[in-house]
């Protein structure tokens, strides 16, 4: 496995399902251009802002995919493994760590 070193990421949620990717910390400055303009640019895009449904991180949106497609799981944080509701991370529970 490979570790690579990322900039922290906050996704842009809009009311057709699409999702934008912003840096972290440019998204407190995005949000108070928001606030003044109808049309942001995001990269070489335009998006009306009355089409955003909001600024989120992507934790939020990876939780809200899973519970819509209705797989009834949630993700162990210490393994980054998906397990079904009601049970244990099976590396949690036999004491192995993942590789």
Not at 32 to 60: H, Y
Not at 61 to 73: C, F, H, M, N, S
Request: net charge positive; with cysteine; hydrophobic share 25%.
């Amino acid at each position: 496995m490979e570790n690579k070193i990322t900039k922290p990421k906050m996704v842009i949620q809009m009311r057709n399902g699409n999702h934008l990717l912003l840096d972290k910390k440019k998204s407190e400055l995005f949000m108070q251009e928001c606030e003044k303009k109808r049309f942001i640019r995001v990269g070489d895009e335009w998006i009306n802002t009355a089409d955003m449904s909001g600024l989120f991180l992507p934790e939020t949106i990876e939780r809200q995919k899973r519970e819509k497609a209705g797989k009834g799981t949630w993700k162990c944080k210490k393994h980054d493994y998906e397990v079904d509701y009601g049970k244990k991370c099976g590396y949690c529970e036999s004491g192995f760590e993942k590789k």
